[in-house]
């Protein structure tokens, strides 16, 4: 098979990129490189694959509609697995036009090759944010998702009722997986164990938003592929899932474990609340375990301790 990933040289699209390839299927990655951070680390990520003949590299932006369909057409992949997208809940609150153009518009442009390719099945990660706030725990797929509270979630959410016009008018199987707060190997810099990582070891202040009680479902970046590669190979007419670790902690336990396998002391610089945060992310996993098969193996202490050890082993990797 032949699956195209957009967004596919960063974290999360290079790990499924290194997943794909290691089945001995072929990969198409669709990527912009923007400056969100370092391209460089972007290019690090995929290096290996790129010496694998079964890999291709695009460098196009999604929103280029014309440029993406000429992609789509001429490789005619049997699968997408859309995961570029403009990232960040605090980001987005700066510049909330930046991500309706390129997750709105890059969405439908890569809903609209996809249909003209004849794309068997489509996969796009969508986030938990869609949740905003809502006030039942664990979050379940059947919930209300009426108030989400920054433009990323919005969009989102958006682009997952987008997805679901397309697989009602053109019959095109499409599955919209939410991701709850994935770290790991490769993480996003701006990511908080990423960023809290560096920070401590490099003996900086941590910026920490609230008091530190704000609860995260932080999900190891292997079970989000391991739930994204069975979302790949099985397509369904439209579905919406979770893809979380099952298990919530607060952030002031991040940070402990995090000095744990450091072993250095955290400085924090306690700041105001964030308008666009929200105060616990919990998800159900029970669709996810029913369809795909999906079990959270890793979870957040030894997910950290692989982490960490990355991190130290690549440093510049993790700036």
């Known amino acids: 098979m032949k699956i195209l990933i957009t967004g ?8 499924l990129t290194d997943a794909i390839l290691g089945r001995g299927d ?42 993406l369909k000429t992609v789509f057409l001429t490789e005619a992949p049997d699968a997408v697995c859309h995961i570029a997208a403009r990232a960040g809940v605090r980001p987005s609150i700066e510049d909330p036009m930046l991500y309706e153009e390129v997750n709105s518009m890059g969405t439908l442009n890569v809903l609209e090759a996809a ?31 009426e108030q989400p509270i920054s433009p990323y979630a919005s969009t989102k959410r958006a682009n997952e009722l987008m997805c679901y016009t397309y697989s009602h008018l053109y019959k095109m199987p499409i599955t919209c997986l939410r991701f709850f707060t994935v770290y790991g190997e490769r993480g996003r810099p701006d990511m908080a164990v990423a960023k809290f990582t560096r920070l401590i070891n490099e003996g900086k202040a941590i910026p920490l938003f609230g008091d530190g009680s704000a609860i995260r479902d932080f999900t190891y970046v292997g079970d989000i592929i391991n739930g994204l590669v069975a979302s790949v190979y099985t397509p369904m007419r439209y579905e919406i899932i979770n893809l979380g670790g099952s298990r919530t902690v607060d952030v002031k336990t991040l940070i402990s ?19 666009g945060d929200v105060p616990v992310t919990s998800a159900d ?30 440093k510049t990797a993790g700036v």
């Open 8 to 15: 596919g040289a960063g974290f999360i699209g290079s790990h």
């Open 26 to 67: 072929s990969v198409v990655v669709v990527d912009n490189f923007n400056d969100f951070y370092d391209p460089a680390v972007k290019r690090t990520n995929i290096a290996a694959a790129m010496d694998n003949p079964r890999f291709r590299l695009y460098e196009i932006d999604i929103r280029d509609g014309q440029k």
């Open 257 to 275: 474990l995090i000095e744990e396998n450091l072993g250095k002391k955290a400085i924090i610089d306690f700041l105001p609340p964030f308008p």
């Open 285 to 314: 996993t029970t669709k996810a375990e029913r369809l795909l098969g999906f079990t959270p193996e890793v979870g957040i202490e030894e997910g950290i301790r692989r982490y960490v050890k990355w991190f130290l082993l690549n």
């Open 115 to 145: 249909r003209k390719a004849e794309v068997k099945n489509l996969v796009f990660a969508s986030s938990s944010s869609v949740y905003g706030l809502n006030s039942k725990v664990p979050f379940s797929e059947t919930d209300p998702v």
